[in-house]
């Protein structure tokens, strides 16, 4: 599976997924560490990328968008040390690689990891602010 990674994502987390047989990329890697949100879902889209972020923003454009890919994977803990974020990814990898080669959107927080399917209907997103 092929990955891209957010600026919130460590480099770590990238050699993680490497070292496990993934294709990954980090935005920084490519010199696209300002690259506006939008224009990073559209290449994660493009490229067949599962986006890793941070950043709720993801998740609202995606589902606003009403389109079925990229999956996204928005994680929401209290520590995102590398260390952290992988022992979650690891979960992610071994229990919704499904979801996510379907298309999907995967909150991790501590306490569950949360998958809705994609597209996501007009008017029940409930990803971000009202």
Known sequence: MKFLADMGISHRSVEFLRQNGHEASHLFEEGLNKL???????????????LLAHDLDFADLVA?????LPSVVLFRLRSMRPENVNRYLSLVLDQHLRSLQEGAILTVTES???????????GSTGMGAP
């Not at 506006?36 to 599962?50: H, Q, T």
């Not at 569950?112 to 007009?122: D, Y």
Request: hydrophobic share 35%; net charge positive; aromatic share 0%.
């Open 112 to 122: 569950r990891i949360r998958s809705r399917r994609l597209p996501i209907k007009s």
């Open 36 to 50: 506006p949100d939008p224009e990073i879902l559209a290449k994660a889209r493009r490229e067949g990328a599962v």
């Open 64 to 68: 606003a968008s009403g389109a079925r």
